[in-house]
């Protein structure tokens, strides 16, 4: 015991001369904060992917709340006017003043969207910094990971161009100590168009399953060219795309024959799919499924409906209202709302109804959920039942992002508060807008015979019938009335064309609000929408209005003013 004792003595004494050694080294008080890597484990290939897959992390837009997921369903469609926050007044008030057009700059939401994005530009520049010390990265590695990492910071920083306008640009050589004394700057589309450029020259263009891809970049940048009013030079892009692109799995780029199968879980990574988002379930976060849109389902469905909860998204009057047709073709002058759609509002479900016999687009009923016309495999829509407050928000409920009747636990995440975790992906670009803004640059500079192919031919697609909305019976569920355009008689005549087919194809889908301010038409527009609109939902809607000069952008967050100062970035006007 005695000789055990004096070896363990001389043990320890020995270890603490060793610790006081170490102690007097400047490197033993250098220590990783929790749950960091070292470089020599972050600058190999593994690491470097790894912070790569981070990146991709952000697209989803986890890191603040429901307002930066990437499909904008606040910031893009409710804005836009293609629908209203939905539920009642007493849930999620932040987004009432949203859907005024009376957000101010103390927004918690608009906060955690600017620091959500540049979370992403941060997480791209890691990666680029990673690699320029990459240890075992070959030079093909490491062109396709830079071009991944540049794309998606490309992305990010368009995404705060459209919606502030105003913001810092720093790439990977800007040290973080340094990120704060950025100046904000509106001409940020060199460094976007750097971005896109890079990814285009160095991806391939199969590149996997849920990874972008050269000719995401390629179409990316058509989207910057267009949103400068460089038509010519989009065109150029959108041709290459158009006539070559494929997706990151190997699929030509192709309008699918069934609209519907766009927005069906079962049929994700398509060939319409150019920028995704992709999305899991029961991976121990729901974060990982669409939490995004975790609100956005018909209210208090029980099991014979899907999610359960809550009644938010809900499509506006004037949405529905914009799938009427005459002679099968949109009415382009607005006049839809001087025949609108029937509907249930104010009716109780046990009410006698009878839907809408007049022609419409069949897009209507794979777009808006409304009251007798078959929902998703749920059976009818049962109307007032399914809406939380009708004289609040409208008697239409959300459908082109809800699951299938059948998909519970094997499509969806089921292991939180709500069944509403779905797990379809959610396209940044799909093909039919890329034909459309084609179209669109067509119009400006080039072809409007090229533009109206390519209008009819996402107009061709809708037409399908058999892929239409039926009831149980197999019969239409509506009056389906649809035909493609003749001729585009004039310039004029065709820019409404193409802008209007943007609203009925790419209803809901965050595109609407940044369309309507860069064509330069918010104004008018949405004061026409709010006038018609809070005819029927008063308490809503009344007094409301949109004010050219200011809502064109969203206020910075006064938040992030504070921490920068005025002078480095300045709010944006009138607010």
């Not at 699951?403 to 379809?424: C, H, I, L, V």
Request: net charge negative; charged share 20%.
């Amino acid at each position: 015991m005695k000789t055990f004792f004096k070896l363990r003595t001389t043990t320890i004494l020995a270890s603490m001369l060793l610790i006081l050694g170490v102690s007097c080294n400047d490197e033993f008080l250098e220590v990783l904060p929790t749950d960091s890597l070292a470089d020599a484990q972050v600058n190999t290939k593994d690491g470097i992917e790894g912070l790569l897959i981070g990146t991709y992390a952000a697209v989803n837009g986890v890191f603040g709340n429901r307002f930066e997921g990437p499909n904008h369903w606040v910031t893009g469609s409710i804005m836009g006017g293609e629908a209203n926050k939905g539920t009642d007044a007493g849930d999620y008030g932040a987004i009432n003043p949203v859907q005024r057009y009376e957000v101010d700059p103390t927004s918690g939401d608009l906060n955690n969207l600017w620091r959500g994005r540049f979370e992403g530009v941060s997480r791209a520049n890691a990666v680029l910094s990673a690699l320029a010390n990459a240890t075992d990265v070959t030079a093909e590695d490491a062109a396709r990971i830079a071009g991944e990492a540049r794309l998606l910071r490309g992305h990010f920083y368009f995404d705060l161009k459209k919606h502030f306008n105003n913001i810092p640009v720093f790439d990977e050589t800007v040290a973080a100590v340094d990120v704060p004394l950025v100046v904000a700057t509106t001409d940020v589309w060199p460094q976007i168009e750097a971005d896109f450029q890079f990814a285009f020259d160095n991806l391939p263009g199969e590149n996997g399953a849920g990874r972008v891809n050269k000719w995401a970049a390629g179409a990316y940048m058509g989207k910057a060219k267009l949103f400068q009013g460089q038509f010519s030079e989009a065109i150029t892009w959108f041709d290459d795309v158009i006539a070559n692109g494929t997706t990151s799995n190997g699929l030509t780029y192709q309008l699918l024959d069934d609209y519907s199968s766009i927005f069906d879980a079962e049929n994700d990574q398509h060939a319409e799919s150019v920028f995704d988002v992709e999305s899991a379930n029961n991976t121990g976060s729901v974060q990982n499924a669409n939490a995004f849109d975790d609100l956005n389902y018909p209210y208090n469905t029980g099991e014979d409906g899907p999610g359960n909860c809550c009644g938010f998204f809900q499509p506006s009057f004037e949405l529905a209202n914009s799938f009427r047709t005459s002679g099968g073709l949109p009415l382009l002058d607005r006049s839809y709302n001087a025949d609108p759609i029937e509907n249930d509002f104010g009716l109780e479900s046990s009410d006698p109804f009878t839907p809408d016999a007049g022609p419409v687009d069949p897009r209507l009923d794979h777009s808006v959920g409304r009251r007798d016309i078959p929902y998703l495999g749920w059976g009818p829509h049962p109307g007032k039942d399914w809406i939380r407050s009708q004289p609040y928000a409208g008697p239409y409920s959300p459908k082109k992002f809800v699951y299938r009747e059948g998909q519970d636990n094997s499509f969806t995440d089921g292991s939180s508060w709500t069944r509403g975790y779905a797990t379809m992906n959610y396209n940044i670009i799909r093909f039919a807008d890329v034909l459309l803004m084609a179209a669109e640059a067509e119009v400006e500079a080039g072809s409007l015979t090229k533009a109206l192919d390519y209008v009819n031919q996402v107009r061709r697609r809708a037409a399908n019938a058999e892929f239409w909305v039926k009831t149980e019976g197999g019969a239409d569920a509506a009056n389906y009335v649809i035909s493609e355009y003749t001729s585009f008689p004039d310039q004029n005549f065709a820019r409404d064309a193409v802008r209007f087919e943007r609203k009925l194809e790419l209803s809901g889908e965050g595109h609407r609000f940044f369309d309507l301010v860069r064509w330069g038409i918010a104004a008018e527009e949405l004061n026409a929408y709010l006038a018609y609109e809070s005819t029927l939902l008063v308490t809503k809607f009344g007094g409301a209005s949109f004010t050219a000069g200011k809502n064109e952008y969203y206020p910075i967050p006064q938040v992030q003013i504070d921490i920068q100062g005025p002078e480095i970035l300045p709010q944006n006007p009138n607010y």
